[in-house]
């Protein structure tokens, strides 16, 4: 009835989903929960930064943009999530499985080049402070805003495409939410365009960013050698938010990746989950953290915000 020795299935099976029994009542609680206080914690970030002019500045529009990034990502996980903790059978159709396949990856597209732009950002304003008001101009803005959204969604778009004209041998995806590469392994034809397009799609929305990260902090680091002390706190305070966010999503991608490449049934299926889990949830969870308690400006607005609203 599903067609499951069709080329094309019109269903899913994802796997991993272990039986909890009624343990899975709290287990949706908690993840509502979770899903909840991510929702709030960037709407809180998106209404501050858009109601205060004092935060219209790039810095601050590249943290709403990351807000609104989680907000998406966090969006096309948990509410196909959810449904699913409270199900006996774990099914998704063929065309929500590839809508969630491109959400997801190009959620994860999205982060790390707005990370990219964010870490330019630093390194103009700590590198070339006279050069910054020139070179980030509200034009400039834009079109970097404008490149970190279209190039990632049109390359993972092609991506998803090749995969999904693949003829599968089967249904089973052994993950709790669909992702491209054991889709691919389905595959009865060889898939030897669809690694290529995936290897140059990765280099370019992953690898890349992550290596202009590294080298704008290695020229910031290699500045701040020879400043003063206060000097260094000040770039500390300015950079620390975005180093630990990068840190993150960077630990998360590389679990991402290296759990594609193995045989996620051999592990812990607890262990597994987590795992796979990690960077479709953490990020969306620490970055309105970091940015809201650690860069003052916007903490002050938040407790003026919060306090605003308990008086009235």
């Known amino acids: 009835m599903l067609m499951e020795n069709s080329s094309y299935p019109l269903y899913f099976n994802l796997t991993m989903f272990v039986n909890i029994g009624n343990y899975r009542y709290l287990t949706f609680v908690l993840c509502f929960l979770l899903y909840t206080f991510i929702i709030s914690a960037n709407l809180i970030i998106i209404v501050v930064i858009s109601r205060e002019k004092t935060l219209h500045e790039p810095m ?3 943290i709403l943009c990351l807000s ?3 907000l998406y990502g966090s969006a096309g996980f948990f509410i196909r999530f959810l449904r699913d903790l409270l199900s006996d ?3 998704i159709s063929r065309p929500a499985c590839f809508t969630q396949i491109y959400v997801i990856y190009s959620y994860a597209s999205y982060e790390l080049t707005i990370l990219g732009i964010m870490a330019y950002d630093r390194y103009v304003a700590v590198c070339q402070p006279l050069h910054y008001h020139n070179k980030i101009t509200p034009k400039v803005v834009s079109k970097l805003i404008a490149f970190a959204w279209i190039y990632p969604g049109f390359s993972i778009s092609f991506g998803v495409f090749l995969s999904f004209r693949l003829p599968l ?3 089973k995806i052994p993950k709790v939410f669909c992702s491209n590469w054991p889709v691919v392994k389905l595959s009865c034809v060889t898939t030897v365009i669809n690694n290529l397009v995936g290897m140059f799609i990765t280099v370019s929305t992953v690898f890349l960013p992550l290596g202009f ?11 701040c ?8 706190a000040k770039v500390i305070q300015s950079c620390l938010p975005h180093i630990i966010t990068f840190v993150n999503y960077s630990i998360s991608v590389f679990c991402d990746v290296v759990l594609s490449r193995i045989d996620l049934e051999e592990l812990n299926p607890f262990l597994a989950v987590i795992l796979s889990l990690e960077f479709v949830v953490i990020p969306p969870i620490l970055n309105p953290l970091v940015y809201g308690l650690k860069l003052p400006e916007i903490r002050k607005l938040i407790f003026r915000m919060l306090s605003c609203s308990k008086h009235d």
């Open 89 to 91: 059978t774990h099914l």
């Open 169 to 171: 041998c089967g249904n």
């Open 225 to 232: 050698r020879n400043r003063s002390t206060e000097f260094k």
């Open 213 to 223: 990260v590294l080298y704008t902090y290695a020229r910031i680091f290699h500045l």
């Open 60 to 62: 601050y529009i590249f």
């Open 68 to 70: 609104i990034n989680s």
